[in-house]
């Protein structure tokens, strides 16, 4: 049995449907196709926001960057791993991609004004404008298709609702001291324990969930034809080029312009990565568990060839484990508590290893770095009460959420004593107490000797407004104290496909396959495996993704 098409796109996070969003505009006939019985990929887990440097929601805001400044920066953060014809082609499309999907499609966007890039020391390093997020959208624009939203996870939520990082999330966090963010805390639950009790799920969306309700709804007006459950077994080529997709029931779906892979990397692939991944069966990752390398498996069978020369193969992020009372095992990552003022990462000497308020990335480079072969690769994040209620540490919640179900259940450790606390946690008492002495002696004037917290615009963003003279840095004296195991994780992978700028997917010889396109994670990071700003990995997969689409869409049939 065949059918036919004009472009297949398999995947749908941030790059597939984008891919297929900006084909269906320029016109041609589009088929998703989704591995899960759920939309979204881990886009829809993401915090959503999006690296376009110069892009027009900047622009309007009266942020005017030098078309050379982005490209100065990304040169001096990859260094040797600058790819000058792929990193052209994204600083080129990444803005005319946001400013066609607010112009054509449902997506509306907010601006990261205030957001510097991470390594803001560096030349070229943008001090706000460079990152987008999507516009809180309401789910019930999606009718029906509402039941194909992956919802968001339970560990980064509040009872399934999201909290979008600036006003929204400072609001929650100062509930208990400002009379206006209780008020709009208080909203915003009441809302979604509407929403819960009227459609059992959040209809508010807010972060990756919203870029791809946006996204979807997209879709569904541009007519294109979304299946969900469809893992494809292997690509139709004819004569060197790919023509379609074999499915599961042994259909040929032809494509007459083109394939996008966009299948979300190989995360979940624990084959793949035991060559590629640093210390592999430690490691954890925060993708969805679809995410297992179809797409390069799929290139691979084509004729595409897969690149493992990226710094390093994966976007790290440290993570701590949760175990819910149902059973249920999940991954919490440390993005918003390392750099708040109060806060240590130690190693099991008691020592620590790295400027916890640089970026999550760094974080584990630094672990991996400090902690020899043959011993697991831990760490703590050490806080005192204070800490504890103002901030919360990983999915501890802050006041006026309680705390204490999270020690019966072994995720936090605590102690009236920082020897006590070192003894539950098997660190080295007399480390640690040398560790939080000399820390305590340079923040109570705010000062980091050790590891310079608080001295970027990155890191300072992170910190606490309201904590002077260093947003960063306090001491840690009030008891009891509180500790959580962290330990090596990831978002999703870097190593990818071998692509060109317009994300053709690239055979040994450097001669595109015909008719294969990849994007997002399953090409391989156009950062070189580098994580210079946040949002470089839904950055890059709306932007190729949309190059792809585009492409694909003008090829003649």
Known sequence: MKSETDIVVLGSGA????????????????????????????????????????????VRAGINEPEEAPREYLKAVLGNHYEPERVEAFLKAAPEMVGFLEENTAVAWEGGLKIPDTYSHQPGAGMGGRSVIAAPYDARGLGKAVSLLREPVRETTFHGMTIQAGPDLRAFMTMTRSFPAFVHATKRVLRHMRDLAFHRRGMDLRNGTA??????????????????????RELLVEEGRVTGVLLPDGTELRATRGVVLACGGFPQDMGRRAGLMPRNDEHRTLAVETATGDGLRLAEGAGGVVRTDQARPAAFCPVSTVRWPDGRVAQFPHIIDRGKPGV????????????????????????????????????????????????????????PAPWRQWVGRGYLKTDTTIEGLAAQCGIDPKGLLETISDWNAGAVKGEDPAFHRGTTAYMRLQGDPDQ???PNVAPILKPPFHAVEVV?????????????AKARVLQADGTPVPG????????????????????????????????AGRDAAQKET
């Open 516 to 547: 294969l396109y990849a994007a997002g994670t399953d090409a391989a990071s156009v950062f070189g495996g580098f994580y210079p700003a946040g949002g470089i990995a839904i950055g890059p997969a709306l932007t190729f993704g949309y190059i």
């Open 488 to 500: 090596p994780g990831s978002f999703g992978t870097f190593s990818g496909i071998s692509t060109d």
């Open 344 to 399: 240590i990462g130690v190693l099991a000497d008691g020592k620590r290893f790295c400027n916890e308020g640089l970026g999550y990335h760094d974080y584990v480079e630094a672990l991996l770095k400090a902690v020899p072969e043959g011993t697991p690769a831990r760490s703590w994040m050490v806080c005192d009460h204070r800490f504890l209620r103002r901030f919360g540490l990983g999915v501890v919640r802050p006041q």
């Open 468 to 470: 002077a003279p260093n």
């Open 15 to 58: 790059a597939g449907l984008c891919a297929a969003v900006t084909a269906a505009h320029l016109g041609a006939r589009v088929v998703l196709l989704e591995k899960a019985d759920v939309l979204g990929g881990t886009t829809a887990w993401s915090g959503g926001w999006i690296f376009a440097p110069r892009n027009p929601v900047a």
């Open 211 to 232: 870029l791809i309700g946006r996204l979807v709804r997209s879709a569904l007006d541009k007519d294109v034809e979304i299946r969900t459950g469809v893992a494809v």
